[in-house]
């Protein structure tokens, strides 16, 4: 169990690194984004094991990073820019 958290954690802290590498100014701050990443991910992961049970290695790690996937969408920056033109219903 251990080593599974371990592995979401990491795999986590692995797409947070690589959405701030790819878009930088869509974060906040860098720190926020990875400990979001890795956390969620960890968070997804024992939940998938608290609820799958032991034996079912792919499917928590695939649960984990979708889980922390999401979490680290919530810490995206909003751009507020403008609308192009005014909008007909």
Known sequence: ???????????????????????????????????AGAGGAMLGGLIARAVLGPGSLPVVLVAGLVFGAALLSLVVRVSHAPARGPVSA
């Open 1 to 35: 169990m251990l080593w599974e958290s371990t592995a979401c954690a990491l795999l986590g802290l692995v797409i947070a690194a690589v959405a701030v590498g790819r878009r930088p100014a869509r974060f906040f701050d860098t720190r926020l984004a990875l400990a």
